[in-house]
């Protein structure tokens, strides 16, 4: 298969970055198309757009019907129906690549035809003041060990060996096959979603982990460090990601990892029990395929709870 990268750039009101991160995708030889979709933009960044598609015949822009603003992964989703390479990439608008970014990677799709995705390490370039501990923090986003593709979602949903961005991310496109494409329902984390699908779905393998690949734009607009946004839609994201595995005959030894993430979240709500039943059969409801079996009662909250309601009959004597 001819490694053709189709890099998918989704554009809101960013003519600030957006022109350095279409060149930086098309300085990459292995690049044959940058889509870029407009996503709704009132700034010049139409304008931007039209100029460098006069200057290089490889740009593609795409606007959603009636040029209305969808969010990021309606964008995504838009590029990625587009895209015409048979791998795809990934780059937001205030992101850039770096040189050689699909280098390695085309190797490893080469020498591993089994492989379905390479993921790499990204940076942060500040375009703004940042603390000491912030550019600790973002100085490499990656995943800190090699790790095999049979228990990365493992590896993922405990957290302890780090993460990776989607900027560092090449997929077949056929991936999408297994996967689907991006939650549209999610203000934020619908790339973190889509990451732990393809972790459960496709063979996934570390590329370049102790240096990067891309770097992020860290900026005044920036929403990856709202912490409240993300805090507010983590457990929507796991609640999705469990239905969808439910429904896609995901294992139920994982199945029950993803919801003891999940109840480990929700309990620090510190809801009512009637609150927490309620919340359970919701859960399972739309999982019918895990309250058949044991994890409907490992999970029921009179159990989870159990030592908390009776804690007279864990009393030593």
């Known amino acids: 298969m001819q490694f053709s990268v189709s890099v998918i750039i989704p554009v809101y009101n960013d003519e600030r970055f957006i022109e350095k991160a279409i060149n930086s995708a098309i300085q990459q030889p292995e690049v044959s198309e940058i889509v870029v979709v407009n996503d709704g933009s009132t700034d010049k960044t139409e304008h931007i757009l039209e100029n460098l598609q006069k200057q290089n015949s490889k740009i593609k822009v795409y606007y959603h019907e009636g040029k209305l603003n969808k969010g990021r992964s309606a964008s995504r989703n838009l590029g990625i129906k587009k895209a015409i390479g048979n791998y795809i990439a990934f780059l937001d608008a205030d992101d850039f690549y770096l040189p050689n970014r699909f280098t390695n990677d085309k190797k490893i799709f080469n020498e591993r035809k089994s492989i379905e995705g390479v993921y790499n390490a990204i940076s942060a370039h500040f375009y703004r003041e940042g603390s000491k501990a912030e550019k600790e923090q973002l100085s490499l986003t990656t995943i800190k060990k090699r790790i095999a593709a049979e228990v990365l979602f493992e590896a993922l949903l405990l957290g302890s060996e780090g993460h990776f961005s989607i900027d560092g991310l090449t997929l077949k496109k056929s991936a999408f096959n297994k996967v689907g494409y991006f939650n549209q329902t999610m203000l934020v984390s619908e790339d973190t979603e889509l990451i732990f699908k393809l972790s459960l779905k496709c063979k996934l393998q570390s590329g370049i982990i102790d240096k990067p690949?891309?770097?992020?734009?860290?900026?005044?607009?920036?929403?990856?460090?709202?912490?409240?946004?993300?805090?507010?839609?983590?457990?929507?994201?796991?609640?999705?990601?469990?239905?969808?595995?439910?429904?896609n005959q995901v294992a139920l030894h994982r199945i029950d990892k993803l919801l003891n993430t999940l109840w480990v979240l929700k309990y620090k709500q510190k809801k009512s029990l009637i609150s927490y039943i309620g919340y359970w059969g919701h859960l399972f409801f739309n999982a019918p395929r895990s309250i058949f079996s044991m994890l409907g009662i490992k999970y029921f909250p009179i159990i989870r709870l159990r030592q908390k309601l009776f804690p007279f009959l864990y009393k030593h004597s």
């Open 213 to 247: 690949v891309a770097m992020r734009g860290v900026h005044g607009s920036n929403v990856f460090n709202r912490e409240d946004l993300y805090a507010e839609h983590r457990i929507k994201m796991y609640q999705s990601l469990l239905f969808w595995a439910n429904k």
